[in-house]
């Protein structure tokens, strides 16, 4: 069971996943994206720390450092997957605006009136 | 100043976003972006004739050395890639002062020029680095920036569309990264060649192989391979003209160029495809893509999603060659990157001047367009001659190439389904010339082309459709040498 | 919220602790956890505390939202200036070696420098973002 940062982080993909297939609503399928992109995070995190090493700050009485690549890596992501449910929640509030409301089959619907209509 | 051009191909777009952030007014917002596109395609344009020349550009980003530093890498391939970007990216510009100021409101025109600079300085990033992660940095710049571009679209329908679009563009960059970091969990390097070393010693193939499922699945997200490909004609459909002609020539060809460097640079000199039908699969979808997107193609009431769909066909045509692998389906493949770049371009651009005269490109509304504008009717016929295939126009070089190479390999189906895929082309454009030639105008309708701003971009673009199928030193011989490049594994 | 007063002086109390505080975050980000963009989010929060106790337009009245919207330019021309001048002093983009006639204390100095234009960018864009949603169905032209 040394592996349980894996099964989580598949636990996390996959359940991030489900939300943003499944569900209608507009808010909640950015919620199973963010959901999602942590799993990513810990994906790259879990294995950095190395057994027995110590943090990447270089002192004399340690010979093991865990790296702290992946910590530059995450923290790019994490800023992207900000600006990314940023501008979601953005275009989701435009899109209230513009349907009167953020359930997906309604917006369709109302797509599909307007066409039957034209 | 010469050899760090390749940090200022992407500097220089880069830095003119917040600027023209400062300036505010749309008019300096224009030219600012203007002058960033033109200085991008002459620095493109440079490299291209260095590499030509001396081989192989590489630039160590803050002088750290790769494998430890990020390097920008300008080899054949990419450099090939820049020229299409920078040139799409500087043509469009004349092209938009007008047409923007038309379809995006006034206090929005210098947004919309920050975020122009943004992707473009993203698509431009993702091609000349060589290291995986600052693709997909680039590759969510880029992205970021077209989902803003696509929503500042008229109605309320683009606002949709870029919401689907980032919904499903994010999930593919997402599996980028989990792709891209299985391979550095297993080889512990993030640059593209010190990977492709270390990856053929690798003795676990799983992780290997999960991380090429992984970067397939995510770029194929973002370059539209079918059936990924849902969110591109609503995207297409609804984005403002300027948008959808920059996207469609250069966003998706920039995903496939990726694709193209991991699976003939990375992972194929190593033992990680022995075995795994990666080509047949991307035969079995390309062929799907061809034949069904060109015939829904036909049944589009609306021009601008026909032609959105003729997209994911003729990348579909792309991936192909990929799928065949020998030298003629890729010099096809790679050359059609630049000729179906360009065709759209034109095609878009035309369109744009349509929707600036009338507003509507719905084909009841194009009744007759053949006497209300036209030279733009008569550029879309050329264009869509090149779309075809037709001898002479650039469309026919790539389709060549594509021929030879599944007649080479003996796959006398996929040279069957190429010119089936040909002849359901000749359908769709035989509707737009049906409509515009052969139907009868309204009552009252004066010629009425758009300004010469955007008649000299559309010109360039159709007069580059023929050109390029009568001088194919540009998009077959770099794309030869690309091959070159490919095919030998990165020497 | 501006009438309850034990969170009117709290969050007065609390704003320069938090200002503060970023400030430590965004200097001691090479030694510790830290640096530009968690001290931007930090001192974006101080601001949007105010903002959310006090009200959108008194918030409005301490950052004026041009200043934001060229804050958000500033750190960005920062950042890429730090790079610009690598190529002036000879080295390559971005190169902080020669920044200093000591390579080690030119990496410090690019490095502070970049952060500080981080936190410029992202403390701006932070307040942007909140102030956007939180003035919609209010201001009838946005």
């Keep these: 069971m040394g592996h349980y940062s894996y099964f989580v982080t598949i636990f996390l993909m996959v359940a991030g996943l489900y939300v943003t297939i499944a569900r209608g609503n507009l808010v909640k399928k950015l919620v199973g994206l963010s959901i999602c992109q942590t799993s990513v995070y810990l994906l790259y995190l879990a294995p950095g720390k190395l057994i027995g090493a110590t943090a990447p700050i270089v002192a004399p009485q340690y010979a093991t450092y865990s790296n702290p690549l992946p910590h530059v890596l995450i923290l790019t992501a994490i800023v992207v997957g900000v600006a990314t449910l940023a501008l979601g929640l953005a275009l989701v509030v435009r899109i209230r605006e513009a349907y009167g409301s953020i359930e997906e089959d309604q917006i369709l619907a109302e797509d599909g009136r307007r066409d039957a209509a034209a | ?491 | 919220m501006k009438n309850d007063l034990v969170l009117r002086v709290v969050a007065k109390l609390f704003m320069p602790f938090m200002l503060l505080f970023a400030l430590y975050v965004q200097f001691h980000g090479e030694l510790g956890p830290g640096g530009g963009f968690q001290a931007g989010v930090i001192v974006a929060a101080a601001v949007i505390l105010y903002a959310i106790v006090f009200g959108l337009p008194a918030a409005r009245r301490l950052v004026p939202d041009a200043i934001v919207e060229s804050m958000m330019a500033i750190g960005v021309l920062i950042y890429a200036g730090v790079g610009v001048a690598g190529l002036l002093m000879g080295g390559a983009y971005l190169d902080y070696f020669v920044l200093d006639r000591d390579p080690v204390h030119g990496q410090e100095r690019g490095i502070f420098w970049v952060e500080v234009g981080v936190a410029i960018t992202v403390s701006s864009v932070m307040l942007k973002i909140f102030s956007m949603f939180a003035s919609r169905g209010h201001d009838p032209d946005e």
């Design chain 2, 1 to 491: 100043m010469l050899e760090h051009l390749p940090a200022l191909q992407v500097v220089v777009p880069l830095m003119s976003a917040p600027l023209i952030v400062l300036l505010r007014r749309p008019g300096a917002a224009w030219l600012v972006s203007t002058l960033a596109s033109f200085a991008a395609f002459a620095i493109a344009v440079a490299l291209a004739l260095r590499v030509a020349a001396t081989g192989t550009v590489s630039y160590a980003m803050g002088s750290w050395p790769p494998p430890w530093g990020i390097e920008y890498r300008v080899d054949a391939l990419s450099a090939f890639m820049l020229v299409l970007v920078a040139g799409v990216a500087a043509l469009v510009m004349p092209y938009a002062r007008r047409s923007v100021a038309a379809e995006v409101p006034e206090r929005q025109v210098y947004l919309f020029y920050a975020m122009y600079c943004l992707c473009v300085a993203g698509l431009l990033g993702m091609t000349i680095t060589g290291d995986l992660f600052n693709v997909f940095v680039f590759l969510e710049i880029s992205s970021l920036s077209t989902y803003v571009l696509i929503a500042l679209g008229r109605g309320r329908r683009a606002l949709l569309a870029a919401f689907q679009y980032l919904i499903v563009g994010t999930i593919g960059a997402t599996f980028y990264v989990i792709g891209i970091g299985l391979l550095y969990l297993v080889t512990g390097s993030l640059n593209f060649v010190d990977v492709a070393q270390r990856l053929s010693g690798v003795g676990e193939l799983r992780p290997v192989l999960a991380a090429l499922a992984f970067i397939t699945v995510g770029l194929g997200l973002k370059l539209a391979l079918f059936p990924l490909h849902q969110w591109l004609p609503n995207a297409y459909a609804y984005a403002p003209s300027v948008v959808t002609t920059f996207l469609a020539a250069t966003a998706t060809k920039v995903s496939v160029y990726v694709l193209v460097r991991f699976y003939f640079l990375v992972f194929a000199p190593s033992q990680a495809l022995e075995g795994v039908p990666v080509g047949a699969v991307l035969v079995a979808l390309s062929a799907a893509a061809i034949v069904a997107m060109s015939l829904v193609a036909v049944f589009q009431p609306d021009l601008k999603r026909m032609f959105a769909y003729s997209s994911v066909a003729q990348i579909g045509y792309i991936t192909l060659g990929l799928g065949v692998a020998n030298e003629s389906a890729l010099t096809g493949s790679l050359a059609h990157l630049v000729n179906h770049g360009v065709t759209k371009c034109a095609l878009f651009l035309l369109v744009g001047g349509i929707v600036l005269r009338g507003g509507d490109t719905s084909f009841a509304s194009l009744a007759g367009l053949g006497r209300r504008m036209p030279w733009t009717s008569f550029g879309i016929v050329i264009a869509g001659l090149s779309l075809i295939g037709v001898p002479a126009t650039a469309g026919f070089t790539s389709k060549w190439y594509l021929i030879a190479g599944a007649a080479e390999q003996g796959s006398w189906w996929i040279v069957a389904l190429l010119v089936a895929g040909s002849l359901i082309a000749v359908a769709y454009v035989w509707r737009f010339v049906e409509v515009a030639y052969l139907a009868p105008a309204p009552a009252g309708a004066a010629v009425h082309e758009p300004p010469w701003s955007m008649r000299i971009p559309q010109a360039v673009a159709v007069a580059l459709c023929v050109v390029l199928g009568l001088f194919t030193a540009f998009n077959v011989g770099y794309a030869r040498r690309a091959v070159d490049l490919l095919l030998g594994g990165g020497q």
